[in-house]
Antibody, heavy 117, light 111 residues
Framework: EMQVVESGGGLVQPGGSLRLSCVGSGFTFSNYWMSWVRQAPGKGLEWVANTNQGGNEKYYVDSVKGRFTISKDNAKNSVYLQMSSLRAEDTAIYYC??????????WGQGTLVTVSS | QSALTQPRSVSGSPGQSVTISCTGTSSDVGGYNYVSWYQQHPGKAPKLMIYDVSKRPSGVPDRFSGSKSANTASLTISGLQTEDEADYYCCSYAGSYIHWMFGGGTKLTVL
């Protein structure tokens, strides 16, 4: 059964940094694009970033460009989101999802990031 | 760029049908047949219900169906069941710059 598990969330001060991790299992990790999608408290979903099978193509929503970096380690079946210069508006649950062709499949349970002083 | 437009809420009685609309532009919904729909119960992760406008993943009941006309996609749930009560989000590919757009979400209440 396909599964992804996120970790690394927590409370961070504005301007701080945090690294999220996502480990996949039950599928050939190296064959898939992977995405991060976030959901602010009580709000809707927002695509944040994705990377291709080999991790050499990376795309971001405008609001995080220059601050967030996505990376992929197929040897560890893992995808990461390095977040820096964090702002209050980055507060959200961050979900990792298999980016299967033109949709998102196999979502994890998410990890909560809270940016507050 | 604004999110795709969905009604804030819809409701129906058990056994009835409801349709949730998702309106975008020719740059997203209207430009690609890559609309997907996600169900999210409170405190849970989203679940894929429809992809590529009208395709159902295995395990999703055939009570769920999707369609698209011009810049508006729709999710129809027939034979409503109490467990269908959840938030529903549409999503569309929006090209190589914007990439992915989600709708604001629709809360379905089964009365």
């Amino acid at each position: 059964e396909m599964q992804v598990v996120e970790s690394g969330g927590g409370l961070v001060q504005p301007g701080g940094s945090l690294r999220l991790s996502c480990v996949g299992s039950g599928f050939t990790f190296s064959n898939y694009w992977m995405s991060w999608v976030r959901q602010a408290p009580g709000k809707g979903l927002e695509w944040v970033a994705n990377t291709n099978q080999g991790g050499n193509e990376k795309y971001y929503v405008d609001s995080v460009k220059g601050r967030f970096t996505i990376s992929k380690d197929n040897a560890k079946n893992s995808v990461y989101l390095q977040m820096s210069s964090l702002r209050a508006e980055d507060t959200a649950i961050y979900y990792c999802a298999q980016n299967n062709n033109w949709f998102f499949d196999g979502w994890g349970q998410g990890t909560l990031v809270t940016v507050s002083s | 760029q604004s999110a795709l437009t969905q009604p804030r809420s819809v409701s129906g009685s058990p056994g009835q049908s409801v349709t949730i609309s998702c309106t975008g532009t020719s740059s997203d919904v209207g430009g690609y047949n890559y609309v997907s729909w996600y169900q999210q119960h409170p405190g849970k992760a989203p679940k894929l219900m429809i992809y590529d406008v009208s395709k159902r993943p295995s395990g999703v009941p055939d009570r769920f169906s999707g369609s698209k006309s011009a810049n508006t996609a729709s999710l129809t749930i027939s034979g409503l069941q109490t467990e269908d009560e959840a938030d529903y989000y549409c999503c569309s590919y929006a090209g190589s710059y914007i990439h992915w757009m989600f709708g604001g979400g629709t809360k379905l209440t089964v009365l």
